[in-house]
């Protein structure tokens, strides 16, 4: 079973940046998707960005240009680089690995946005 935990969040100005890390307790080499999520007080949880292990990656519309989801298998940790923060993309941010076996979520880390 591996475990996720995210860091990194906090609170930053508009137009401000922040970097996301996930740090797996297993090897995510060979986790089919590594992804980023997040969910807003009142809103669905939401796919932000996506990372396969072939190297393909995925972006919401609304982050597009903005954030940049990254693997570093060696660290096995997923980084999600965010710049031109918005009060907008206020929300806490999860991680999550997705493959055959099953869906792991970490507990989340908050990221505010100020106007």
């Known amino acids: 079973q591996v475990q996720l935990v995210e860091s990194g969040g906090g609170l930053v100005q508009s137009g401000g940046s922040l970097r996301l890390s996930c740090v797996s307790s297993g090897s995510i080499s060979s986790i089919a998707i590594m992804g980023w999520y997040r969910q807003a007080p009142g809103k669905p949880r939401e796919s932000v960005a996506l ?21 570093d298998n060696a660290k096995k940790t997923v980084y999600l680089q965010m710049d031109s923060l918005k009060p907008e993309d206020t929300a806490v941010y999860y991680c999550n690995a997705n493959d055959k076996r099953g869906s792991i979520w970490g507990q989340g880390t908050q990221v505010t946005v100020s106007s």
């Open 51 to 71: 990372s396969t292990n072939d190297g393909s990656t995925n972006y919401a519309d609304s982050v597009k240009g903005r954030f940049v989801i990254s693997r």
